[in-house]
């Protein structure tokens, strides 16, 4: 339905080089977008700008603004960057030493110079204590608490507040955990303690204690930000909610966010993927690949049956990018998504063999492409988009920056095309192939790993550069369709104003299913669930819904398979059995035989949408003159520079088509239509490209 409350939401999607806001009008409904270049320095500071700006060119008055939903990549940053607090890690008598040994395994097998990732916490503040819990919970030993308080006192003679707590054992049992931060308060002198049973209550020493860490190493940066933009929104007179985008798809009180800043990490992305799935609701399309392309990154995500594909564990800040064991594994629900050093700041340069390359390193916000004339002076992909003709120097956001085609040039003819011994649109050819099948073979990856073939699906383009780039993605994929949605280049703040609250728990529990009781399995879940009603409360919603997954294995096996649960009704055990064996049999193609099976971990989200916000209304059916004009532009099947008709987006009605070559502007993004392919725009305004 159409938004015509009297107040507003606001989407807010930090990049790497832009910062994207997004408002639904209080009074029309519309659509009013703003972008502004991010401030590294400080985001909240781009944030509070651009939202300034984003009220002045709509007319509101920040009264009528009511929530503010807002997704950031301040916390995978720190980790990346290496810029988080100094921290200690308390854990028991024995296990100082889990960081390094990590899983004994090696990420490539013939790498003589294998590097691991650095442990964030020092040996030297790494304490041990004498405690011991079994796997089932019981005391073996007691919590010597004279010897934590000792333990804390070493911490504060060294300026060391914020601690990471990971005993042996205490997903089972969080009693010795809970009780050092009973002794830490006590103390006083402000430790901010991240107990493992709460951050990561699960089984598997390595990424529970990982996890523990990473939550305490970004806790300041993320308290620190959170403050500033609370303080600076309040003194701009917003009195709303404000709620912060977690990894798995599901906003956040940012009170949440400030206990549990691990639970960010992917929060920049995870947007992206929920705007994927509206759409892909939206034009009735099941199976989409997304593809998001800023300034920075791009990534891909499958999105099945309309909704993103969750998993339970991913790394941050891999040395090697496509080698998983090569970063720092975070035990948490997360949207499935593949991240390639490939946006429109991405750096072309020449290897020591002569080869060109792209990426993975970026011009960023600042100085930016050479083109922006910030000062960069190095060639990207945003400077060779606007070589080969797809971006209107004249028309970049709208108008309001004008790009440099000259900068442009002389970057790509500096660094590129004379150290090949080539032209400078051969240079630019160059970087658009190199990048196309970067981003093309990433996506596959991500695909295939997942057994799915990528030439099912539709592909959903946007950020700032992706409808640029997606058509030569598709066509290296085998995809037919691409879908180029309303407001591509900012969907990811859009994504923000449709993705639910949610919450999310987990608690290990071993039993083999053949002696479980229904009872027995209720009572986990029912735990669960009041751990959940407890976040919701916090952002004032009552009205929810439940999921219950269940990981699964056969007996002896060392990975998990996760199950959804069926309604408890009669047989409930029998249709959890037979719902394992059905999954086992798509991932695998046979079952082992007669292996019992047995429950590992029990999985509970609950979700609740904020408010029934409709981003994407029908456009109205009264048509203007869309052609705004002809520019020449390369296509890889001409080869050569072809004149290309330059349509209006937003002047483009419902059910019209617009046939290649042709390159169809907004303000926030370009999408270009290769000749022998077509456009048509649906009732919502939203782009399908195909050949048929």
Known sequence: MNTTSATASVGIDIGGTFTDLVMVHPQTGERVIEKVLTTPDDPSRGVLEGLVQLLERAAVSIDAVSLIAHATTLATNTVIQGKGARVGLITTRGFRDTLEIQTESRYDLYDLDLML????????????????????????????????????????????????VCLLHSYANPAHERLIRCVAEEMGNGFRLS??????????????????????????????????????????????????????????????????PSALVESGPAAGALAAAYFARLTKRKQVLAFDMGGTTAKACLIENAQPVLGQEFEA??????????????????????????????IAWIDSMGLLKVGPE?????????????????????????????????????????????????????????PLGIGVQEAARGILEVVSENMAGAARIHAIERGFDPRAFSLVAFGGAGPVHAYWVAKRLGVSEVIFPVAAGVASAAGLLVSPA???????????????????????????????????????????????????????????????????AG??????????????????????????????????????????????????????????????????????????????????????????????????????????????????????????
């Open 502 to 568: 949610a919450s999310h728990h987990v608690r290990t529990f071993i039993r083999p299913l053949a002696e479980l009781k229904d009872d027995e399995l209720e009572s986990v879940f029912d735990a669960l669930e009041e751990e959940g009603k407890v976040s919701l409360q916090r952002l004032k919603l009552s009205r929810y819904t439940v999921e219950r997954r269940l990981e699964m294995r056969y007996v002896g096996q060392g990975h998990e398979v996760e199950v959804k649960v069926p309604p408890r």
């Open 571 to 692: 047989r409930w055990l029998e249709k959890i059995h037979s719902a394992f064996e059905a999954e086992y049999v798509r991932l695998f193609g046979r079952l082992p035989g007669q292996v019992p099976i047995e429950i590992i971990n029990c999985r509970l989200s609950v979700s609740s949408y904020a408010q029934n916000i409709d981003v994407c209304p029908p456009l109205r059916t009264e048509k203007a003159r869309p052609r705004k004009g002809e520019r020449r532009a390369f296509f890889a099947d001409t080869k050569t520079q072809i004149p290309c008709d330059v349509y209006d987006r937003h002047l483009l009605g419902p059910a019209e088509v617009v046939k290649g070559p042709a390159i169809i502007e907004e303000p926030e993004c370009t999408v270009v239509v290769p000749p022998g392919l077509h456009c048509k725009v649906d009732r919502y305004g939203n782009l399908i490209m195909s050949n048929t």
């Open 362 to 418: 970026g011009a960023g916000a600042a100085p930016g492409p050479a083109c922006y004339g910030l000062g960069g002076d190095q060639p990207t992909v945003t400077d060779a988009d606007l070589i080969l003709g797809y971006l209107d120097p004249n028309y970049f956001l709208g108008g309001r920056m004008q790009l440099d085609v000259g900068r442009a040039e002389s970057a790509v003819r500096k660094h590129i095309a004379d």
């Open 117 to 164: 990732p650095p442990p964030l916490v020092p040996r030297a503040f790494r304490r041990e204590v004498t405690e011991r819990v079994d796997y089932c919970g019981r005391v073996v030993e007691p919590l010597d608490v004279t010897e934590v308080k000792s333990l804390l006192g070493w911490f504060i003679e060294h300026d060391i507040h914020d601690v990471a």
């Open 317 to 346: 800040a891999r040395l090697k990018r496509f080698k998983r064991g090569s970063g720092y594994p975070i035990r948490m629900p997360v949207v499935e998504l593949i991240e390639i050093g490939a946006g429109g700041g991405s």
């Open 195 to 260: 107990l493992s049973s709460e951050i990561c209550p699960e089984i598997r020493e390595y990424p529970r204690v990982s996890t523990t860490v990473i939550n305490a190493y970004i806790r300041p940066q993320i308290i620190s930000y959170l403050n500033r933009l609370e303080g600076g929104l309040q003194e701009k007179g917003f009195g709303g909610s404000l709620f912060i985008m977690s990894s798995a798809g599901g906003v956040l009180h940012p009170r949440t966010a400030k206990d549990m």
